[in-house]
Every structure is written in C-alpha cells, then in structure tokens.
C-alpha cells in the first residue's frame, strides 16, 4: 500500500477494509489524487474533464429516454411527442440530451484543437491520440444514428442519404447499403439497428475513454510548454489543485449548457425535423447537424478525379479527412511539441481553424449557390478542402525541417514561477534571457 493511500495510517473502517482487499481507493487515490500533473496547466486542459462530464451525462439522460421511447417507424415520432408533453420531466431530459450531443462536439473539437496546437500527439504520446480519434469516429456513428430517432423528414432523408454512400463503393455497394438499412429502403429493420447501435456505442466509448486515461497516465500530461517536467519541482499533485480547477471550468461549462437547455432548446435544431418522416416528400435541403457540416462540405466538393467519379471521390476525401488524424503523430515531423516556440506552425494552425470554420460554412450551404466573396460555394468547398489536405499531408512534414524553433526553457518551473522570472530563485544570466526572447 503506498503512503498515500486513503488507508494509510488509519487502521479499520470500511475503506480500508475494502482496499485491503480490492485495492479500488488506493487505485484512485494513486492515479487521480497524487497523479503529478505539470503545474503550469492552462484552461485548455479543462476539457478533457468536461468530456467526462457530458459523456456520462448523455448515458444518463439516454438510458431514461430509452424507457419512453418506441423504436418503430408507425409510433417512433409520437413517442417522442409524448416524452415532451407527458412524460414527468421528459422534456428536460430530451432538452439535455439533445444540446448535449452539439456541446460534446464543441467540447471535443475544443480538445483535438488544444492536442493539435501544443503537439500533444508527438510521442510518446501517440497512442493516446490514436485512441481519441477512435473515440471521435465512434461518437460520430453514435449521433448519425441517435438523430434518426426521433423519425422526422431529416432523421428520415438524412439517414437515406448518409446509408447512400456507400453505394459509391464499386461492385458491392448497393449490396452494402442493402445489408445496412435490413430491406430495400430506410425503414422499421433500419430503425431498430440505430436504435440498438446508439444504445450500445456509448458504452463502447467510455470503454475507449478507459484505455485513452490509462494511456495518458504512463507517461503523463503534455502541457503549454511541450516540455517534459524534469523532477517535483515541475508538478502539482492532480488533487486539489486540477480538481478544483475542473470543478470552476465545469460551473462555467453548466452555466452556458444550461442557457442553452431553457432558453433556447432548439437553437441548434432544424425546424425540418418537426415534421414527422415521409418517404414521398422529399425536403428541399437535407443537412446534417452542424457539427458534421465540414466533412459534409468535403464530401460535396470533390469532383470526378480521373477514373473515380465524384460521388466516391467524395465519400474517399470525406473518410480521409479523418484517417488522415491517424497519421499526425507521424506527419508532424518537429522535435518542438508546444505552438509557442514554433513561430510559422503557430500561424498554420489558426489557419487550419478558419479553414475548419470555412469548411463549416460552406457545408450548410448549396453548393450551386453564389457565396458573399462572389464566388459558388463548391469553389469554396473545394479550395477549403485541398487547403486541409495540403495543411496535413504537405506542409506539417516540411515545416518541421524547416522551422527554426524558438529556444526552450530548461524545465516547467524555470519558466513559470515568478521567483525564477524575476531573478530572484535560482536560474538567471543566459536561461532568463532565453526566456525574455520566448515570451
Ligand atoms: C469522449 C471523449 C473524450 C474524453 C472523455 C477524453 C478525456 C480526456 C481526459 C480526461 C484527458 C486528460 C485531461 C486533459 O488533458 O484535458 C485527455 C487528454 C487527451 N486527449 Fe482526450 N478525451 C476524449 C476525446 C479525445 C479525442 C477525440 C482526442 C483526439 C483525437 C483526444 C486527445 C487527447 C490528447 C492528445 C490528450 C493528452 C493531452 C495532454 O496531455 O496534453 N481526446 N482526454
């Protein structure tokens, strides 16, 4: 038992005599409690928690829908009518879960942009990346299926369109398509499986989110310096200091979440979807939710490229805009893990985000149609598309041969505590000057 642990010099009671047997509070005391995170931590390293957060949230919130909610095409829609009107508090739930799905993406995509941004991919850390990309496929699967719950047009026609792709694939695809929807169109089979899938993926991820912790926790957390701590000094123990932390971002988090959930439930919502599902009217746009809309916009923006017409062009960049994050621990080719003491990366990245954000806009928009910069949104599309793909399969390997990085401090507390920066610690001459420069 180590010093630590909660039993440690308090012989009896049920903690200890639990741990003594299944060692779970030493465990948690060891990995949670003392865990030695770098004590110059920033707000961005809020998220990972607030992820936690929402994610148990949504199981939650889930698994009491799931008690009122009917998985067949003639009642589907009227079911959830019901837990709106009639339900006890079934409106706050579906309000929860429903906000929830669009706040776990802009929690997620806040966390990938913080990993992308201080290299925390670069290894050892690799694994750790993989797995949450893994995490965002799954979580992608799981909100494609949950929005073809409540069985309005676009959960009807979005499904139709997104199970449709995979008929671009040669030779099996109608066979696939087939195979995915149970029949020959989206109907009742369809409905069940997504029903069964949405229930079951969730659980899958937190299984995922598991191994990415224990994979975090070997060799610990990157953090705004990109620099491994060298010794105590470097560290805080997780507990109170980031506990507390969390806990100030989480009530900052619920705050806005909560604005959302009784001031404007719909806001992210399609008035479309109020409309119950009818395979005979077919609605004028079919978009997903926004948090698709950059890989949708991918997907519409590739044309015939040689012997590959467009629509499997498409569907190939729109899974390769993905893969290709599998691939960035090794793309990536520069020692220097944080952004700050990379000067040309650091630009690139923002340019990455407003492309994100252009792909976004362009997404939610008709391709044929005139955007405001007077040009049609598919030359937006695919300008944004190739700068995505030149951003990661071209420039990432190049830069970090070319880059000149800024010099590093010699450890996190040199550069961070105020004794050392004003001279009055330790290290001072030629570190602090260094130091002066990076700043
Ligand atoms: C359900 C979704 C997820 C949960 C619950 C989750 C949870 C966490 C937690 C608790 C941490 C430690 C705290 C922090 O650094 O913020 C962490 C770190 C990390 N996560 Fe995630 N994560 C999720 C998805 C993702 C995704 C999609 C990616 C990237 C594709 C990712 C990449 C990382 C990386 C690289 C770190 C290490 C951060 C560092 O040390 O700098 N995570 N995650």
Not at 383 to 406: A, S, V
């Amino acid at each position: 038992m180590s010093a630590g642990s909660p039993a440690a010099g308090k012989p009896g009671g049920f903690v200890n005599w639990v741990d003594s047997r299944l060692p779970v509070f030493s465990y948690l005391q060891k990995e949670y409690g003392e865990y030695p995170a770098p004590r110059n931590f920033n707000y961005w390293w809020n998220f990972g928690a607030l992820a936690m957060f929402i994610l148990v949230t949504m199981i939650a919130t889930g698994l009491l829908l799931a008690m009122q909610y009917t998985a067949n095409t003639e009642m589907a829609f009227d079911s959830v009518q019901r837990i709106m009107r009639d339900v006890n508090f079934g409106w706050l739930l579906r309000f929860l879960h429903m906000n929830g799905a669009s706040f776990f993406f802009l929690v997620i995509y806040i966390h990938m942009g913080r990993g992308l941004y201080y290299g925390s991919y670069k290894a050892p850390r690799e694994l750790l990346w993989m797995l949450g990309v893994v995490i965002l496929l799954l979580m992608m699967a799981t909100a494609f299926m949950g929005y073809v719950l409540p069985w309005g047009q676009l959960s009807f026609w979005g499904a139709t369109v997104i199970t449709n792709l995979f008929s671009a694939i040669p030779l099996v695809g109608d066979g696939i398509v087939t195979w995915l929807w149970g029949g020959f169109t989206v109907d009742n089979p369809t409905l069940n499986r997504f029903f069964t899938l949405h229930f079951l993926l969730p659980f899958l991820i937190v299984g995922v989110v598991v191994l990415h912790v224990i994979a975090l926790h070997v060799h610990g957390s990157n953090n705004p310096l990109g620099i491994d701590p060298k010794g105590p000094q470097d560290t805080v123990p997780f507990h109170p200091y980031y506990t507390m932390k969390d806990s100030f971002g989480l009530c900052v988090f619920l705050l806005v979440y909560a604005g959302f959930v009784f001031f404007a439930p719909n806001w992210f919502g399609e008035p479309e979807n109020f409309v119950p599902a009818d395979p005979l009217v077919t609605p004028l746009e079919i978009l997903p939710e926004w948090y698709f809309l950059p890989f949708f916009a991918i997907l519409r923006s590739v044309p015939d490229i040689l012997f590959i017409d467009a629509k499997l062009a498409g569907v190939l960049a729109m899974f390769g805009s993905i893969f290709v994050l599998f691939l960035l621990p090794w793309l990536d080719t520069s020692k220097v893990r944080s952004c700050r003491f990379r000067p040309t990366y650091k630009w690139f990245f923002w340019i990455l985000v407003l492309d994100m954000i252009l792909l976004g806009y362009v997404g939610g928009n008709q391709p044929d149609d005139l955007s405001p910069l007077g040009v049609r949104f598919i030359v937006l599309g695919q300008i944004g598309t190739l700068y995505y793909f030149f951003h990661f399969l071209i420039l990432l390997p190049l830069l970090g041969k070319i880059e000149r990085p800024r010099p590093l401090p010699a450890s996190i507390s040199e550069a961070v505590l105020p004794a050392n920066r004003a001279g009055g610690g330790a290290p001072a001459g030629a570190t602090a000057q260094r130091m002066e420069k990076a700043r």
